[in-house]
């Protein structure tokens, strides 16, 4: 695995995305009950940033027709979205999040 710097632990509290370039990609970052998520930051079903939208439960709802993604796994959960977004390994080692986004 190639881990890079994605963004400071202390970034986001709970419940908190936020939205992340690296390695070319737009991604999102969420941090839910104290463990830390990375998706593509572009919803499946029309163009809206995921990092928009709000992060409930373990879900992201896209702010654009309430699609919803469970962060753990990028699985669509509900219409209009259909296909899953991808998600990305992530640790958090020093007080930094890292990811691997080279898959």
Known sequence: MKWIRIAP???LDNDEVMAVDAGGKQLA???SEDAFFLSDNVCTHAYALLSDGYLEDGCIE???HQARFD???GKALCA???ADIRVY???VED???LA???G
Do not use: N
């Open 9 to 11: 632990a202390d970034a």
């Open 29 to 31: 970052l969420y941090r």
């Open 62 to 64: 896209c702010p654009l």
């Open 71 to 73: 962060i753990r796994t």
């Open 80 to 82: 209009p979205a259909t």
């Open 89 to 91: 390994p992530v640790k």
């Open 95 to 97: 007080g930094q999040v």
């Open 100 to 102: 691997d986004i080279s």
